[in-house]
């Protein structure tokens, strides 16, 4: 059975061992809004609506943002997640060179608009919010919003199986933040993990000292998976949870 098809396994341990109070967010691609609801989303039309990580806030409350190719917000979500360009190609680029100074050189940005990837979905519907079990079939990735002694120890926990000379197991691409979510990974059936929330476009959406760390289904089971045997039981956790005054969170 694919890995995306598998139950959800059983986080209890993992959330414990970070102090999760921020919502853990999937990226849906599914057929049928209804069973992700309360919705929540941008109205119709491009550009239309704020930026997908505006509604962190209706995350913490259990609200699922509902995306289609007809209503995602942003142009560059649309772009990211439904392969809509919404800008000519000349435009973009120096939209995202001479206005943003997103790179050194026109010529550099248009490499990377040339080249880089988008998401193209299988259903009508992407939809990004709380973890729905039940679902986890159309379930394409899974994101903890974390602090930095958070994000220590999902990386820690990452390396925790991989073996020298085998390719980095997190990586931290440069692309909007909605491409972070699923775009950037290249094989959604491999134990994956990438730091994201650095677009700094979408960080004034987010909480100051918050970033995301997004993971394939097979590097969450990966993570959910560490036990006694694991660093969690070892000193250093304990160390700095000590130092923290007993929390990470």
């Given amino acids: 059975m694919p890995a995306n098809h598998a139950p959800l396994p059983d986080a209890s341990r993992l959330l414990r061992e970070l102090d999760l109070r921020t919502p853990v967010i999937g990226l849906y691609d599914a057929p049928d809004p209804a069973p ?9 039309g491009p550009g239309r609506g704020p930026c997908l990580f505006g509604y962190y806030k209706r995350w913490e409350k259990g609200e699922t943002l509902h995306l289609t190719a007809e209503a995602y917000g942003c142009g560059g979500c649309g772009r990211s997640l439904f392969g809509i360009q919404v800008r000519k190609r000349d435009d973009f680029i120096d939209f995202l060179w001479r206005d943003e100074g997103l790179r050194a050189s026109r010529e550099l940005m248009a490499d990377w608009v040339d080249n880089a990837p988008t998401y193209r979905p299988k259903h009508a519907n992407v939809l990004v919010g709380p973890l729905k079990p039940g679902l986890a079939e159309y379930l394409k990735s899974i994101t903890f919003w974390v602090n930095a002694d958070q994000l220590c120890v999902l990386q ?23 491409s972070e979510l699923v775009v950037q990974f290249p094989d959604l059936d491999e134990p994956h993990a990438m730091i ?8 004034d959406g987010l909480p100051p000292g918050v ?20 660093f969690f039981s070892k000193g250093f956790l304990g160390r700095l949870r000590k130092a923290r005054g007993g929390s990470l969170a």
């Fill in 156 to 178: 820690h926990g990452a390396y925790h199986h991989h073996a020298w000379g085998e390719p980095d197991p997190v990586t931290v691409p440069f692309g909007s933040g909605c």
């Fill in 36 to 44: 992700f609801a309360p919705l929540a989303g941008p109205p119709k």
């Fill in 196 to 203: 994201g929330g650095t677009d700094i476009a979408m960080r």
């Fill in 211 to 230: 970033l995301a760390f997004t993971v394939t289904l097979p590097m969450y089971a990966r993570l959910c998976a560490l036990g006694d045997d694991s």
